[in-house]
């Protein structure tokens, strides 16, 4: 299990183990704002497990970093899904997977920018080749766009129904569906 940390500004910043967590709280670095399961237990301490913890100061954290073009993060962004054929991971033949696509091929020129890389099966991947999509004749069921940072940050992370109270709370009803749909 893990363990959601947010900033003294109650704002959601990571998962951490909840072994970590629990050094936090002990150094006083940090707050249970929320306990779930079987308390922990030494030889002299017992505290509840940690769900959400609350650093005690507030850290500062950039807003205007970019995230690398990932594959999870990319495929997350992408709903898991083909962004030629529509098809998803759970419809892919044995020997099929999902892949990389460069709208401009690196080859002519293109980048692994967000805006130039989306989701392909391998079949559409290699149908699609060297080409532009125009032509391929294969457009994108949607065009490639740089996603949120809070979307990339979250959209791997398993959240409990306790830990996503409180990106609703921070980021809105809205963020924390998009979330749940990845």
Same mark, same amino acid.
């Given at each position: 299990?893990?363990?959601?940390?947010?900033?003294?500004?109650?704002?959601?910043?990571?998962?951490?183990?909840?072994?970590?967590?629990?050094?936090?709280?002990?150094?006083?670095?940090?707050?249970?704002?929320?306990?779930?399961?079987?308390?922990?237990?030494?030889?002299?301490?017992?505290?509840?497990?940690?769900?959400?913890?609350?650093?005690?100061?507030?850290?500062?954290? !950039?807003?205007?970093?970019?995230?690398?073009?990932?594959?999870?993060?990319?495929?997350?962004?992408?709903?898991?899904?083909?962004?030629?054929?529509?098809?998803?991971?759970?419809?892919?033949?044995?020997?099929?997977?999902?892949?990389?696509?460069?709208?401009?091929?690196?080859?002519?020129?293109?980048?692994?920018? $967000?805006?130039?890389?989306?989701?392909?099966?391998?079949?559409?991947?290699?149908?699609?080749?060297?080409?532009?999509?125009?032509?391929?004749?294969?457009? !994108?069921?949607?065009?490639?766009?740089?996603?949120?940072?809070?979307?990339?940050? $979250?959209?791997?992370?398993?959240?409990?129904?306790?830990?996503?109270?409180?990106?609703?709370?921070?980021?809105?009803?809205?963020?924390?569906?998009?979330?749940?749909?990845?």
């Amino acid at each position: 299990m893990r363990c959601l940390a947010l900033n003294a500004s109650f704002e959601p910043l990571t998962m951490v183990p909840v072994r970590r967590a629990l050094r936090l709280v002990i150094d006083r670095k940090a707050e249970i704002v929320e306990s779930e399961g079987q308390p922990v237990r030494s030889e002299r301490l017992e505290l509840p497990r940690p769900a959400v913890i609350r650093l005690v100061k507030f850290v500062h954290v !950039p807003r205007r970093f970019r995230r690398q073009v990932t594959n999870t993060f990319l495929f997350a962004r992408d709903d898991y899904r083909c962004q030629f054929c529509g098809r998803t991971q759970r419809d892919l033949r044995p020997r099929e997977c999902l892949t990389r696509d460069h709208l401009v091929p690196l080859s002519r020129g293109g980048t692994n920018g $967000w805006t130039n890389v989306l989701t392909a099966c391998s079949g559409c991947n290699t149908r699609k080749g060297n080409l532009l999509p125009e032509e391929a004749g294969m457009q !994108p069921l949607r065009p490639p766009f740089e996603p949120h940072f809070v979307h990339l940050a $979250w959209a791997v992370r398993r959240l409990t129904l306790t830990q996503s109270k409180y990106i609703r709370l921070f980021y809105g009803a809205d963020v924390l569906a998009t979330l749940e749909a990845l």
